[in-house]
């Protein structure tokens, strides 16, 4: 897919779901939970062990019917292995210029963290196309979040950390471009006990609170 074909895809879906687990049997329980909850998008963070290898496995698995991309992506070593390994889009908790710089050279999206002002014109400035908005809740969420569409309303964030099914719709007509969404969908705990229904249950949760705001927005 091109970088335009995905930021489409994770502009319809709206969603798109942090994978964190202690192992990576683990891990692609989460994505089969998710994906049959309706998301068909997941970003594998790399401190799932040996996260690039999982990533390999899930693109031979799922690749037809689930976007993957991988977070937590610190380095240019580390965008390479993961981009080595089939991942579709790059997620960073900040800006590493590097990261950038590594999508930029192998015509893949990349997707910094930002939180202040200045670190989203810094962003900008390397040419992201879509900014994760990290640690959205700490700071006020939708609130937080609107105040920023102010000086910059034709730029794409993606808020997340704190967000899930109740503020879903909040954060959307906030100017939320979609919503990164971690242990409130993917729970810990139903992880280790294998109540993946749970897990399914929640994206489905999530899946029609984002349908509902965008029909009624």
Known sequence: MTIE?????IREVGIIPVVRAANAVDAGHAVDAVQAGGIPIVEI???VPDAPSLIRQLVKSHGDKVLIGAGTVLTA?????CLDAGAQFLVSPGLSIAVLETAERRTTL????????TEIMSATSQGA???KIFPCGSLGGAKYLKSLRGPFPNLSFIPTGGVNASNAAELLAAGAFALG???ELVDPAALREGK????S???????EAVQSARRNS
């Open 201 to 207: 249950g929640a994206a489905r949760e999530l899946v």
């Open 129 to 131: 196309k879509l900014l």
């Open 181 to 183: 969404i971690g242990s």
């Open 110 to 117: 990349a997707i910094p963290g930002a939180l202040s002002p």
């Open 196 to 199: 993946f229904d749970k897990i």
């Open 5 to 9: 074909q995905v930021i489409q895809r």
């Open 77 to 81: 070593e580390q965008a390479n292995a």
């Open 45 to 47: 963070t790399l401190t």
